[in-house]
């Protein structure tokens, strides 16, 4: 977990022990993940769609 920060620093430039939520999509947009810090500890949430939904733009 403690890489997920790392990359969300030197990516982003955002800190993630800031309260924010990151949220990242798979390529296939089957699955979800949530990451945010909080009370001294990162938390991941993960969900995975049973149904594709294909964002158009």
């Not at 939520?21 to 296939?28: E, G, L, R």
């Not at 990451?35 to 991941?44: C, F």
Request: positive net charge.
């Amino acid at each position: 977990m403690y890489l997920c920060a790392v990359k969300l620093r030197a990516k982003y430039h955002r800190d993630p022990s800031n309260g924010d939520v990151y949220m990242f999509m798979s390529k296939d947009q089957t699955k979800v993940k949530m990451i945010h810090y909080e009370n001294h500890a990162y938390y991941v949430h993960e969900k995975c769609l049973s149904k594709v939904i294909l964002w158009k733009r």
